[in-house]
């Protein structure tokens, strides 16, 4: 990552979406005035019991509100944490690259020293019943083992996947096409594709045995006939790093 100014025009600003913000506001707002609420019970609770009642019965008034407190004070320090975390992040893509801002730290990545693209797609929910989805991306460097991983939290998600998509894949796409041309194969995390077969967890398929390719559901599903029988091989698209470049080179070599 460089951290030097870049030089172009900036393009599009990209800040955490404003109605979870006013959510982890109004959780921490919440959570505070429970948290004053239930100490002043305590307090009152103790004043109570050691004028009525003397020392020994203090413990029975304010057990029940010592409890809550203590409940009420990790909750507190989460949404104050996650709200803090939240209205201070914001990205800005620019011709060269992309600016990361959280606070007043700054890191700038160029377009040019991102390697691969991890994309996913979180479900969550029980027995099929999905509330909620949230999309990521993640970004792997050439010249270093840091990534950085951008979610759904900020406000117009796709359009900010589909902007480092557009200035990231043709330089990727380029070298991929090279790489093919001159005889080489190409990795995809456990996808290896060449001029003649693709290869999946060390085992290879010609391409004129690819009958169909599609992703569904968060998954690259290949099917294959081999001696005339049918399989299928499905792969979790989180594991496959420049997941649009490797689908369409999939469909275009084996004509799917």
């Known amino acids: ?3 030097q ?3 172009g025009q900036w393009l599009e600003e ?3 979406r404003k109605n979870l913000v006013r959510l982890y506001t ?5 959570a505070m005035i429970c948290l004053i609420g239930s100490a002043g019970w305590a307090l009152y609770g103790w004043y109570f019991a050691f004028a009525r009642y003397g020392p020994a019965a203090i413990w029975t008034w ?3 509100p010592l409890l809550l407190s203590a409940l ?3 909750l507190l320090l989460m949404f104050l944490t996650r709200w803090n975390h939240l209205s201070q992040i914001l990205v800005r893509t620019h011709t060269r690259g992309l600016q990361i801002q959280h606070k007043r730290k700054k890191s700038r990545i160029p377009w040019a020293a991102v ?3 991890y994309t996913s797609a979180t479900k969550y929910g029980i027995n099929g ?3 909620k989805k949230k999309a990521g991306i993640r970004l792997v460097f050439h010249s270093s083992n840091r990534e950085v991983n951008l979610d759904a939290d900020l406000d117009n998600f796709e359009d900010l996947i589909q902007s480092i998509k557009a200035n990231v894949y043709p330089r990727i796409g380029a070298r991929v096409d090279s790489l093919l041309a001159s005889g080489q194969p190409v990795e995809f995390g456990p996808v290896q594709v060449s001029s003649r077969s693709i290869n999946i967890s060390r085992k290879d398929i010609p391409w004129e045995t690819v009958d169909t390719c599609s992703l569904k559901n968060g998954r690259l599903i290949l099917t294959t006939t081999q001696n005339n029988r049918e399989h299928s091989i499905k792969l979790r698209s989180t594991r496959i790093p420049n997941l649009d470049i490797c689908y369409e080179i999939i469909r275009k070599m084996s004509g799917a």
């Open 1 to 3: 990552m460089n951290n």
């Open 5 to 7: 100014k870049p030089s």
């Open 14 to 16: 990209y800040r955490v």
């Open 26 to 30: 109004a959780l921490t707002v919440l």
């Open 62 to 64: 304010v057990k029940t």
């Open 72 to 74: 009420l004070l990790p």
């Open 115 to 117: 390697k691969e693209l």
């Open 129 to 131: 019943f999905i509330w």
